[in-house]
């Protein structure tokens, strides 16, 4: 192998490598109104954050449905399914795979998802309707990122299919406002490990 085509090797090499490790400001360049609904969101998720176990408290009281993430059992798992309680939009880190648009469109998606789950539950359990107003804020919030960045949309980024059973025994409500509650708060860590990585970019121009 001759020095050219070494050299020349060696130069995509450090191409690829430079491309892979490219800070996330190259992929976000949105003007300053971004950065400030990003901010509002984020404290709007860690307030949420705060407030799942008081309410996980004040709503689920079946014996075994704690707020310990270690307590998840498979027959649990299986009547989440039987129950039809969506899964979480998946939000990845930023690259060029996983882009600025498709990161916002899963945002507003868990987070209609999850008021419309609670707006259900509500009719059937009390004391989730202060929730509820605060995920239609947060919607607000993103709707505002998306507009300001002008960000169109993924096909996540569609209204939910809720397909919860309205015959729901009092024990399967238990189960569906627990399971709600505990995906909710792991799609709101998502939420803030993103919103830090944008609004601390978006700030860095």
Request: proline share 5%; aromatic share 4%; with cysteine.
């Given at each position: 192998m001759n020095t050219?085509?070494?050299?020349?090797?060696?130069?995509?090499?450090?191409?690829?490598?430079?491309?892979?490790?490219?800070?996330?400001s190259l992929v976000?360049?949105?003007?300053?109104?971004?950065?400030?609904?990003?901010?509002?969101?984020?404290?709007?998720?860690?307030?949420?954050?705060?407030?799942?176990?008081?309410?996980?408290?004040?709503?689920?009281?079946?014996?075994?449905?704690?707020?310990?993430?270690?307590?998840?059992?498979?027959?649990?798992?299986?009547?989440?399914?039987?129950?039809?309680?969506?899964?979480?939009?998946?939000?990845?880190?930023?690259?060029?795979?996983?882009?600025?648009?498709?990161?916002?469109?899963?945002?507003?998606?868990?987070?209609?998802?999850?008021?419309?789950?609670?707006?259900?539950?509500?009719?059937?359990?009390?004391?989730?309707?202060?929730?509820?107003?605060?995920?239609?804020?947060?919607?607000?919030?993103?709707?505002?990122?998306?507009?300001?960045?002008?960000?169109?949309?993924?096909?996540?980024?569609?209204?939910?299919?809720?397909?919860?059973?309205?015959?729901?025994?009092?024990?399967?409500?238990?189960?569906?406002?627990?399971?709600?509650?505990?995906?909710?708060?792991?799609?709101?860590?998502?939420?803030?490990?993103?919103?830090?990585?944008?609004?601390?970019?978006?700030?860095?121009?």
């Amino acid at each position: 192998m001759n020095t050219l085509t070494v050299a020349a090797l060696l130069h995509c090499f450090l191409f690829a490598v430079l491309v892979q490790s490219a800070p996330v400001s190259l992929v976000l360049d949105p003007p300053p109104a971004f950065r400030e609904a990003a901010e509002r969101a984020k404290t709007l998720v860690e307030k949420i954050l705060r407030d799942l176990p008081a309410v996980h408290a004040a709503t689920v009281t079946t014996e075994g449905l704690t707020f310990d993430p270690s307590t998840q059992t498979t027959n649990l798992q299986m009547m989440v399914r039987s129950l039809g309680i969506p899964a979480s939009p998946v939000i990845k880190p930023l690259s060029e795979r996983f882009t600025l648009d498709m990161c916002v469109s899963r945002m507003s998606a868990g987070s209609r998802l999850y008021q419309g789950l609670l707006g259900v539950l509500s009719e059937k359990l009390g004391r989730l309707t202060d929730l509820q107003a605060d995920l239609r804020d947060l919607l607000t919030h993103i709707s505002k990122m998306k507009e300001t960045a002008q960000l169109g949309g993924d096909s996540s980024d569609q209204n939910p299919n809720l397909d919860l059973s309205s015959h729901l025994s009092s024990y399967e409500v238990q189960v569906a406002v627990h399971v709600t509650l505990t995906q909710l708060r792991s799609f709101c860590h998502d939420l803030i490990r993103s919103l830090r990585v944008i609004a601390r970019t978006a700030g860095a121009r």
